[in-house]
C-alpha cells in the first residue's frame, strides 16, 4: 500500500518561505515520478511542480518559475517543495503525487497516489 505523507504548510507573511516534504512508502520510489499540486479556494486542483525519477527533469507551472524549486532525495523517499517569495495567491492545500511513470507528468490522471494536502496560507 503506497503512502505519501505531506508536512510543513503552515501561516506565513507574503514575500516569506516555507519547505513542504513528502515522505512516501510501499513502493520503489526511486523509480516513479513525483508533482506536487495545489487547490485554493473555490478552484480546481491544479499542477505545480513535478520532477522525474532521478531529479534531472523537472516541470513548474508558469505562476510559480523562479520563485519554487522542486527536489527529490531517493536516499530517504522524500520529495521537497521549497517556496520563495510566497504570494496571497499561494494560498491553498498541497498535495503530494506519485506518477504512474518514470518521467515528468502534469495531468492529475497520470498520478495514482495522493497525500492528504497540507494547508499553506499567505497573508499579505
Known amino acids: 500500500q503506497v503512502q505519501l505523507v505531506e508536512s510543513g504548510g503552515g501561516l506565513v507573511q507574503a514575500g516569506g518561505s516555507l519547505r513542504l516534504s513528502c515522505a512516501a512508502s510501499?513502493?520503489?520510489?526511486?523509480?516513479?515520478?513525483m508533482g506536487w499540486f495545489r487547490q485554493g479556494p473555490g478552484k480546481e486542483r491544479e499542477i505545480v511542480a513535478a520532477?522525474?525519477?532521478?531529479?534531472?527533469?523537472?516541470y513548474y507551472t508558469d505562476s510559480v518559475k523562479g520563485r519554487f524549486t522542486i527536489s527529490r532525495d531517493n536516499a530517504k523517499n522524500t520529495v521537497y517543495l521549497q517556496m520563495n517569495s510566497l504570494k496571497p495567491e499561494d494560498t491553498a492545500v498541497y498535495y503530494c503525487?506519485?506518477?504512474?511513470?518514470?518521467?515528468?507528468?502534469?495531468?492529475?490522471?497520470?498520478?495514482?497516489?495522493w497525500g492528504q494536502g497540507t494547508q499553506v496560507t499567505v497573508s499579505s
Open positions: 510501499g513502493r520503489t520510489f526511486s523509480s516513479y515520478a
Open positions: 503525487a506519485g506518477g504512474r511513470t518514470a518521467r515528468v507528468m502534469t495531468r492529475i490522471r497520470e498520478y495514482d497516489y
Open positions: 520532477i522525474n525519477w532521478n531529479g534531472g527533469s523537472t
